[in-house]
């Protein structure tokens, strides 16, 4: 248990008391289970001001996922794994993912979710290199009911603990012990952040120009309208890198965004601040929307307004926008009725980037699900490309390295009610080695060495919340 200071036993006391609680809320769910499989969630109310991610960071299972969504105030961090929906197929098998989730959530009490996410594209290439092997141990696809979690939302927090009856039954002393080992801190510590010793670019800047160009070849020929195509720069640090540190640092410097940590175990971490919406779904309503183009933000008042007019008035970005908004329209006019979405786009103001956005909503045709949203709406054209089949097949035969679950979709499913990020602004965690990555639309009018400044921004967006230096300028670290 953390040491806290003599003058507060009444907060230990009352920790004593949450504990006991639940111990006792478990043994009487064990005890009172009847009838065919269960899922029970069981709460406890706890203290509003403590810090899920303290609270994840000080426990001792290492297994867990962390969620905190972009437009309401609800925040999740779970330890440990009450169940796990889990498979390595290639291609993904959506019927059957969807089929495994749908009895379980149908099951389950309410407010239940199964937080993971996908693989960008299954059949890419993998290679046996770090960190290309590290994504092995999240499979095709994960989804994680997490055995014990701390919910903070609308000023009030409690202590969950998820059981699957009467599996757990039989695990009943080990729960118990499992209960009593919780802490819970009053705070999170400071980072101590190590400073990377040395960084491989793939592509490096030759490559990339290469891979661009034959881009811009394909879209003149009309074999693409559009591809996003990848970049990844790896870090050794040298000293091991705690995965909620990191998170605890992006959370601070990028508002407005989904935050997300998925950690298998004591292997790698999937981490990021994600501005962008997949979809939500809340019974039969569903909101997506579309985002690209990028500019910066000034440094003054004018320089701001005046890169915002520039996003807004650049050819360029309009049509890498356009593309992406219509095959978002398209998808939900095939998946939903209903559907709207405004005649021109507004603007997503990040705090260091901006970029061009627009709502897409309908409602979910009578039959349909979470599956035929995700399978139906992943890729979007603002990570894949134009036509879908098309750029990804360009995404697997031109990037020299394996995106895994880089943007990808990342979120939760719990019975009529899902919500997903797009697996962006992230980064690959593992002991003292930290993978980022980041994208750039290629259009017609691209250009390599802006698309590489463009990539460059945003993973040094990634770097510079992380205080690694030199990385956010593109050089070698010191």
């Not at 499989?37 to 960071?57: H, K, N």
């Not at 929906?85 to 019927?95: E, F, M």
């Not at 939900?332 to 005649?343: G, M």
Request: glycine share 10%.
């Amino acid at each position: 248990m953390i040491e806290t200071d003599a003058s507060t036993p009444p907060i230990r006391e009352a920790d004593r008391g949450l504990r006991a609680a639940l111990a006792e809320k478990v043994r009487a769910a064990v005890d009172t289970h009847e009838g065919p499989p269960r899922v029970r969630r069981l709460v406890v109310p706890g203290r509003p001001d403590r810090s899920p991610l303290a609270w994840m960071q000080a426990q001792q299972q290492t297994a867990g996922v962390y969620w905190s969504g972009r437009d309401d105030d609800r925040t999740v961090a779970g330890v440990g794994t009450a169940d796990v929906v889990w498979d390595d197929d290639v291609p993904v098998d959506y019927d059957r993912l969807g089929r495994r989730l749908a009895d379980r959530t149908a099951r389950a009490d309410a407010g239940a979710r199964w937080y993971g996410g996908l693989r960008f594209d299954a059949p890419q290439p993998r290679s046996a290199g770090w960190p290309d092997q590290s994504w092995g141990s999240f499979g095709t696809y994960q989804f994680v009911l997490p055995r014990f979690e701390w919910v903070r939302e609308g000023g009030a927090a409690a202590l969950v603990c998820n059981l699957v009856l009467p599996r757990d039954a039989e695990r009943l002393e080990a729960l118990l012990e499992a209960i009593e080992a919780l802490v819970f801190p009053e705070a999170v510590p400071v980072p101590d952040l190590p400073r990377p010793l040395g960084r491989a670019d793939s592509p490096n800047r030759d490559q990339w120009t290469r891979m661009v160009n034959w881009a811009l070849d394909a879209i003149s020929k009309e074999a693409l309208h559009k591809v996003v195509l990848a970049r990844r720069v790896a870090l050794d640090l040298g000293t091991a890198l705690d995965p909620l540190r990191v998170l605890q640092q992006l959370r601070a410097a990028t508002k407005n965004c989904f935050h997300f940590a998925v950690r298998t175990g004591a292997g790698p971490a999937f981490v990021g601040a994600s501005p962008e919406r997949l979809f939500r779904r809340s019974g039969a309503t569903v909101r997506s929307e579309a985002v690209a183009g990028t500019r910066s933000r000034g440094d003054t008042p004018t320089a701001d307004a005046a890169l915002r007019d520039e996003l807004f008035q650049s050819p360029k970005e309009r049509r890498e926008h356009a593309f992406v908004q219509e095959a978002i329209r398209n998808e939900l006019e095939r998946l939903c009725t209903d559907v709207e979405t405004p005649d021109a786009p507004g603007e997503l103001a990040l705090a260091r980037s901006r970029h061009l956005h627009a709502p897409v909503t309908g409602t979910l045709r009578s039959g349909l699900g979470t599956i035929d949203l995700l399978k139906g709406l992943h890729p979007t054209p603002a990570v894949g490309g134009v036509p879908k089949k098309e750029a990804l097949t360009a995404i697997r035969t031109q990037e020299p390295f394996d995106r895994g679950w880089y943007a990808g979709p990342v979120g939760w499913m719990g019975e009529g009610a899902a919500e997903f990020t797009v697996g962006i602004r992230s980064g690959l965690v593992q002991n003292a080695r930290l993978a980022l990555f980041s994208g750039a639309g290629i259009v017609d009018g691209s250009v390599p060495d802006r698309e590489w400044e463009e990539i460059e921004q945003k993973i040094g967006d990634f770097a510079a919340v992380l205080d690694l230096g030199d990385v956010e300028n593109g050089a070698s670290p010191r």
